[in-house]
């Protein structure tokens, strides 16, 4: 009934009561208004839909409302990237394992009907249905107006406000920041194998890894092995055994969605292959140099890579309506704003609680590519006047999985726990058949098999480069703006 007076309000159609649909199977997902719908295609105007974001959950709606309506509606998708990147193999790019292109997907790949616009987008006023943009390539600003908008604007890093964490750090998240990652190792390798200064040279050979969840422990594992390998083949100046990979995670251990016992068997073996893991500990402060725990130790360093969660958009926070305590959009199981039952939002930006758990969906592609389906489902039930059609979300989380190591993962499937280099196997077949074309599955595995014949690839595109390391030889004291009594007086140095 609720679904009926939103079509009513935003279409202005009438309705006839009939008996209850014989479309309408019982099953809870399905909508029971016991009212027929009406098209609201029109034969003067296609209805507008806009898609904000080209990542899982954008692309993924695209793709599917496409399918289903085909250019019976005007779609147009935004995007700040003009290719939808595949998290999940990103940190592969930073230790050269795979090419950045092979997991990249232009989005105009999958306009089959649709537009797509490659912009940043400035602002959405909910009221007067207007998204404002601006080119990225010259700043012109557009207006787009809609029927249906679709806010698929994902996360960014959340630094806690700690603006130093955030100037120092280097994250994972986007294309630019894997290769710069990459680019700041083979550099810092460089000048370790030329440093004369031992203790230098160790500073240079310390990398710290903010956060023990999912994406924290990938990219730890991942640069740790390209590290110790590169070293082993090419840095000849270079004692391995001063390497240093160091995870600094808040909670008690790693990975705490695999439950216990995965998790110490991950902890074990991230262990065992040369990394620490210190667990209960927070990093409360950075320089360039170095990092500050929360027990007071201090860090020397060159690298300090920060996953320590997310947080929605700052545009996405600011809009005018219902939000989640961690700003995500508050929206029902048919993925709907409250008041504004012509806009959807999906994927990491959107707050949406799982019935069956009580709890919100987590931010993961898997969710935002089911959501997707869903949306694009409802989204073209309403234009077809198909309120047979339209479902609820509700999904049950299947399994996780995480890559720990070479050949070594760990997965929770159905209840079922696998580890070691079956659990690797199954993240890799899981992921490579998510990619989403034949194109980039052929290349992704060409990229795999190659790598495990060749040497790792050491050279730097050293224009990417984000950050440089100019204060090395500042002693921390003077970083801290401290005296060099209190310095020592209370800190530790690891
Ligand atoms: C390193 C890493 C590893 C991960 N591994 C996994 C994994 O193994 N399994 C898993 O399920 N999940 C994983 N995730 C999480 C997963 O990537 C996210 O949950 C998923 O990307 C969410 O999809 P989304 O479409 O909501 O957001 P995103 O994929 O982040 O897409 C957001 C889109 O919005 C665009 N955008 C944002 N702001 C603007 C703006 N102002 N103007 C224009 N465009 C804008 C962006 O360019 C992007 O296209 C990983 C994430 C990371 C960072």
């Known amino acids: ?28 997902s399905r909508v029971d208004s016991g009212m027929t719908w009406r098209s609201s295609l029109s034969k003067d105007r296609r209805s507008k ?19 289903r309506l085909g250019d019976k509606a005007d779609i147009t998708l935004i995007s700040q990237d003009n290719f939808f990147l595949f998290t999940p193999i990103l940190p592969e790019i930073s230790s050269g394992m795979v090419h950045p292109s092979d997991i990249s997907t232009p989005i ?10 490659h912009a940043k ?38 630094f806690f406000g700690n603006v130093n964490l955030e100037e120092f750090s280097f994250t994972i998240k986007t294309l630019e920041d894997a290769i710069a990652i990459r680019n700041h190792i083979i550099s810092v390798l460089e000048c370790a194998d030329q440093e004369k200064d031992s203790v230098l040279q160790e500073q240079l050979l310390r990398f710290v890894v903010v956060g ?4 924290g422990i990938e990219i730890a594992t991942e640069i740790n092995h390209f590290i110790r390998d590169s070293v082993k083949d090419f ?16 909670r008690n251990g790693i990975l705490p969605e695999l439950g216990d016992e995965l998790g110490s068997f991950a902890i074990d073996y991230v262990r065992k292959s040369g990394m620490e893991v210190l667990t209960n500990t927070k990093a409360v402060d950075a320089g360039e140099d170095h990092v500050l725990l929360s027990d007071n130790t201090i860090i020397p360093c060159a690298t300090l890579i920060w996953a320590g969660g997310v947080i929605v958009e700052p545009l996405i926070a600011s809009l005018r309506c219902e939000h989640g305590p961690s700003g995500r959009v508050v929206v029902d199981n048919h993925m709907r704003l409250k008041d504004y039952p012509n806009i959807y939002a999906l994927g990491d930006c959107a707050h949406l609680v799982d019935c069956r758990a009580g709890t919100v969906y987590p931010t993961t592609a898997q969710i935002a590519i089911r959501q997707a389906k869903v949306l694009a489902k409802n989204i073209a039930a309403e234009l077809l006047g198909r309120e047979d059609m339209v479902d609820e979300f509700d999904y049950k989380n299947k399994g996780v999985m995480a890559t720990i190591g070479k050949r070594m993962g760990v ?40 790598h495990s014949i060749f040497r790792a690839d050491i050279m730097t595109v050293g224009f990417i480069k984000k950050k440089t390391l100019t204060r090395l030889e500042t002693p921390i004291y003077s970083v801290l703006e401290r005296s060099k009594e209190e310095v020592s007086e209370n800190l530790t140095y690891l």
Request: charged share 25%.
């Open 235 to 250: 840095y000849k100046n270079i004692d391995s055994s001063k390497i240093r990979v160091i995870v600094v995670s808040a």
């Open 108 to 117: 105009r790949t999958f306009c089959k009907t649709a537009n797509f616009c």
């Open 121 to 158: 987008i400035l602002s959405i006023d909910l009221d007067s249905r207007k998204v404002t943009t601006v080119r990225i390539f010259d700043q012109k600003e557009t207006t787009f107006d809609y029927d249906y908008l679709v806010l698929a604007m994902g996360s960014k890093d959340n």
């Open 1 to 28: 009934m609720k679904l009926q007076i939103y079509w009513q309000r935003w279409h202005n159609l009438d309705y006839e009561p009939i008996r209850k649909s014989h479309y309408l199977s019982g099953r809870s």
């Open 212 to 215: 023990g969840g999912f994406a």
């Open 49 to 67: 839909i806009v898609i904000l974001g080209g990542g899982f959950a954008g692309s993924n709606v695209l793709r599917e409302v496409q399918k």
């Open 411 to 450: 997965a929770l499937i159905n209840g079922r726990k696998v580890q070691g280099l079956t659990a690797w196997l199954l993240w890799r077949l899981f992921y490579w058949s998510n990619l989403p074309t034949n194109e980039k599955k052929i290349k992704v595995a060409f990229d795999w098999l190659l």
